[in-house]
């Protein structure tokens, strides 16, 4: 170990002279270098006493029974301070200035009603205080802790506390408490909503999804309509996640916002809408002008931001892929996308549940045939006669049925062949199985398998037999 105080001195005037301030070198078991310290003081006992002092802090410190100096620096200091610090950082890392806002809010609010003076006052038992005697809606509350707890996660990164106090307190549970829930237009809604003044804003939200602060800031030059997949691209200074995000734009706004550029003669760095997103009021005025009721029976509410949620949830009902949803609405995370913006009050539930199979029709009869079955496939040609006794197997087995068999399988002298393919029975009644119409006064009542075919001629019992069809006649009746 290496501790020692000393007077740095200088040349002055070709003479040595000693600064009156004490300062320390200090190199503990284990360090990898030394350290210089300023004393402060210019009292040589004082100086000794205080490299004494420091000496035991750094042992402490060395073995976890005092903060490091940082920490302790920060708890003591006015943690007014320490929020402006990170409100600057936030602004220098790009953050929104909503985001910021409501940063700087919530932790001035929280020292303020807390009455948190430094770092050391903000503990987890006195938040938990202030957050039961509150009114405000779990998402609002747990909002505040978030700040609070960003906050330590700041000063953690950096070194200057040891844990974040706030990173285990449970968040109250929001689900069934919300104050404020948002629906999704219909599509009769939205149409009346496009009849009005504002047609070009409402279909260009309808289909895009896009945000009022994003809308604000489009400019013809993000807007590419004249290639052959039409896109646009939000400004990375206003999109949410800070990417550069092309979309593909639907052929309607396609059409819509040609119209509205040829007529304006813009440029690329002309605004597409220069007045704005027009405040709610105006938005509400619209909205009742189209007859779209602002709260509906549930409770559920309409304004701006709805729009996006009914682009979203038409999506859906679309039968788009759940990725490709969240890509479409230009989410990082897929629940956001089916969860929160997806209005499942306009899924076609009562359709889908209809469009299930019933379990009465799930064993389906095997030897009837109903319309709109299988297709026959074409004439088998050329095939070798099958002793009967054998296992009869398909061959390059095809769904389809054969109409026509040109051999015959070989006779049986007596009894069924065994099996039977009533799927033919399909095939008009009158013609043999080599197209031959037969004889319509002669009837075949013997066998109840033909006896709804009206047959003449020797060789039409054998033929039949080669279908599959189960003959009970006598071989006489046969030959």
């Known amino acids: 170990m290496i501790a020692y105080i000393y007077r740095p001195k200088r040349q002055r005037n070709s003479k040595q002279v000693f600064n009156r301030i004490w300062r320390a070198r200090l190199k503990l078991n284990g360090d990898a270098k030394a350290r210089d310290i300023s004393l402060n003081c210019a009292d040589k006992q004082t100086a000794e006493q205080k490299l004494r002092d420091s ?18 620096e920060t708890f003591e200091n006015p943690m007014e301070r320490l929020v402006d610090g990170y409100v600057a950082d936030l602004k220098a890392l790009g953050r929104s200035t909503d985001h910021v806002r409501h940063v700087d809010t919530r932790l001035r609010r929280l020292m303020r009603e807390c009455k948190w003076q430094n770092l050391r006052e903000a503990t987890a038992d006195s938040f938990l205080r202030w957050r039961t005697a509150q009114k405000k809606s779990p998402k609002t509350i747990n909002e505040y802790q978030a700040a609070l707890s960003a906050l330590f996660s700041w000063l953690r990164k950096q070194n200057r506390v040891a844990a974040n106090p706030f990173e285990l307190v449970t968040k109250v549970d929001a689900r069934g408490k919300e104050s404020f829930h948002r629906r999704a237009l219909n599509d009769d809604e939205a149409r009346q909503l496009l009849a009005g003044q504002r047609k070009s ?30 896109f646009y691209a939000v400004p990375v200074a206003k999109s949410k996640s800070r990417k550069e995000q092309p979309r593909p734009l639907h052929p309607e706004l396609v059409r819509e916002l040609q119209t509205m550029k040829s007529a304006e003669k813009a440029t690329s760095e002309t ?69 929160t913006y997806t209005d499942a009050a306009q899924l076609p539930l009562a359709a889908t549940v209809r469009g299930l199979p019933a379990f009465d029709d799930s064993q389906i009869d095997s030897q009837t045939l109903v319309a709109g079955g299988q297709s026959m496939s074409p004439s088998v040609i050329g095939l070798k006669a099958i002793k009967v006794g054998k296992a009869v197997g398909n061959i390059d087995e095809s769904r389809n049925l054969t109409p ?21 029975r399909h095939i008009s009644q009158g013609f043999c199985a080599a197209g031959t119409q037969l004889d319509t006064q002669t009837k075949v009542s013997a066998c109840p398998d033909l006896a709804h075919v009206v047959t003449s001629g020797k060789n039409f019992p054998k033929c039949w037999r080669a279908f599959g069809i189960a003959c009970r006649m006598s071989p006489a009746s046969c030959s």
């Open 55 to 72: 000496i035991r802090d750094y042992e402490r410190t060395a073995v976890g029974l005092l903060a490091p100096a940082a920490q302790r």
């Open 201 to 230: 804003l409402y279909l260009l939200a309808l289909h895009t999804g896009l945000r009022r602060g994003e809308i604000n800031a489009l400019r013809w030059g993000d807007l590419h309509l004249d290639v052959a997949n039409p």
């Open 271 to 339: 605004l597409v809408f220069p007045e704005r997103v027009p405040a709610m009021k105006v938005i509400r005025a619209d909205f009742k002008t189209a007859g779209i009721p602002l709260v509906d029976e549930r409770g559920h509410r309409v304004d701006f931001h709805a729009l996006r949620m009914t682009y979203i949830t038409r999506l859906q009902r679309a039968g788009v892929s759940p990725r490709e949803a969240m890509e479409l609405a230009r989410h990082s995370d897929m629940r956001l996308t089916m969860k």
């Open 404 to 424: 026509v068999v040109a051999i015959c399988h070989s006779e049986q002298p007596s009894g069924d062949l065994g099996f039977e393919s009533p799927s033919l």
